[in-house]
């Protein structure tokens, strides 16, 4: 048995897009998984959510990967896509902060609309360097979030816990074989020895 269970935290796209014309503002994927998950992906989840309260929080989940995204009180929609394993609160603070450092560098409300967007999006190519810092920030969650270390420390240890359980009660069964086996020869043994003295002795010839 392995001591932990292997969980995969990738994040595979990372974007921002404008939910009244879906025209996607800025994205970013890990090249490994960039033919996987293009920006097309944004335009299609705006499209199955035409309206959206602010601020509301929410994931939808594939037999694989999930979805995280809010729309902001600009109109801007905020996405993620992760291994079904990532932790939903952990990626809302990215994506938070996403937001923040996004609002930060530029004013969508100037980019006009039905503008078209290039590549990855219309301010892909000047965000690649700080939304690729925010995926390699937040790749591995224990270490932007005390709590998620926190149980991944305590699933370790249980892990830990079980393999030593297992091994003790596969030792035990070990030892209860040998006592049933050593029970046994005793036992044969005293049936032998009775046998023998059982035996009356031949007379003298």
């Known amino acids: 048995m392995s001591a932990t269970n292997t969980i995969t935290t990738a994040i595979h796209l990372l974007g921002v897009l404008r939910l009244s014309d879906r025209t996607v503002l800025s994205s970013y994927a890990p090249s490994a998984t960039s033919s996987s998950f293009p920006p097309s992906l944004l335009r299609e989840l705006a499209a199955t959510h035409p309206t959206l309260r ?5 994931t939808e989940e594939g037999p694989d990967v999930s979805i995280h995204f809010f729309l902001d009180d600009q109109g801007l929609l905020y996405a993620c896509v992760t291994d079904k394993s990532y932790p939903s609160r952990v990626i809302f603070a990215l994506l938070e902060e996403t937001r923040q450092d996004f609002a930060s560098r530029h004013n969508a409300l100037k980019v006009p609309e039905g503008e078209r967007e ?3 999006g219309v301010f892909a190519k000047q965000d690649k360097k700080w939304l690729k ?11 932007v979030d005390e709590l998620y270390a926190v149980s991944e420390k305590v699933e370790v240890t249980r892990g830990i816990m079980q393999e030593s359980i297992a091994t ?8 209860q074989s040998q006592a049933q086996a050593t029970e046994s020869l005793t036992h044969q043994a ?3 020895q009775c046998c023998l003295s059982d035996q009356t002795p031949l007379p003298p010839s």
Do not use: F, I, S
């Open 118 to 120: 290039r590549g990855q």
């Open 168 to 175: 003790l009660l596969q030792n035990d069964e070990k030892l």
């Open 54 to 58: 602010p601020y509301k929080r929410q």
């Open 133 to 143: 810092e925010l995926v390699g920030k937040y790749k591995e969650p224990a270490t």
């Open 190 to 192: 005293k049936t032998v």
